[in-house]
């Protein structure tokens, strides 16, 4: 079983839909959970990230995280064709010098 | 832009060769962290330097090494290459110790193994 979990997609939605995406991951000792963008050939840009359990906004982005479930998600409003793109969770390793954890991404389309 | 950058973009080399990827990190940037990714394992952390000296291993194969030059940047050392190592290899930095969650990732190099 791999540490992080991701439905690699794709998934298509109309323009102006909410989207949910998910991750599952078995290290409880995960504490900081971060979300990635990353458009194709491109590098990961770093979208936010949140400290242990409960929400977090950023604009249209919301970050939420169950540490009771293992299960953080991320939602889109208003989503738009420019957020087409690969989304990827990824986790640090607790304790100092960390080693972070990628999911292997989910592949998002917005149709106009 | 990230303000990390990569050299060279592309790559192209037979199998048994030895190729070596560049990375210059953020201004302020004290840690780097080298990336595989492959289309079937996704994003596979390899390495961290943080100021010169190796602070973190992951799944790094021992063909591969790399280093950070006092000047901050780094180097990754790839050698005997075979066809399973085309990938694309990201490079990422961040302020230090405990600012992992936020790395910032440079553009990669392509490579390919033929």
């Known amino acids: 079983q791999k540490e992080v979990e991701q439905d690699p997609g794709p998934l298509s939605v109309p323009e102006g839909a909410i989207v949910s995406l998910n991750c599952t991951y078995s290290?409880?000792?995960?504490?900081?959970f971060m979300w990635y963008r990353q458009y194709s050939r491109k590098g990961p840009e770093l979208l936010m990230y949140?400290?242990?359990?409960g929400n977090k906004e950023d604009g249209r982005f919301t970050a939420q995280v169950d540490k009771s479930s293992k299960y953080i998600s991320l939602f889109i409003r208003d989503s738009q064709p420019s957020d087409s793109a690969t989304y990827l969770c990824?986790?640090?390793?607790?304790?100092?010098?960390?080693?972070?954890?990628f999911g292997t991404g989910t592949k998002l389309q917005v149709i106009p | 832009d990230s303000g990390v950058t990569q050299t060279p973009k592309h790559l192209i080399t037979a199998t048994g060769q030895r190729v070596t990827l560049r990375c210059s990190p953020r201004?302020?940037?004290?840690?780097v962290y080298w990336y595989q990714q492959s289309l079937d394992q996704g994003l596979q952390f390899l390495i961290q330097?943080?100021?010169?000296?190796?602070?973190a291993k992951g799944n790094i194969l021992e063909r591969f090494s790399a280093q950070q030059f006092p000047d901050l940047h780094s180097e990754l050392n790839l050698s005997s290459l075979e066809l399973g190592d085309s990938a694309l290899y990201f490079c990422?930095?961040?302020?230090?110790?405990?600012?992992?969650?936020?790395?910032?990732f440079g553009p990669g190099t392509r490579l390919t193994v033929t």
């Open positions: 330097y943080y100021n010169g000296e190796e602070r």
């Open positions: 990422a930095s961040s302020v230090g110790p405990g600012r992992e969650v936020e790395q910032y």
């Open positions: 949140t400290y242990s359990s």
């Open positions: 290290n409880s000792a995960f504490q900081y």
């Open positions: 990824a986790m640090p390793n607790s304790g100092g010098y960390q080693k972070v954890t």
């Open positions: 201004s302020g940037d004290l840690s």
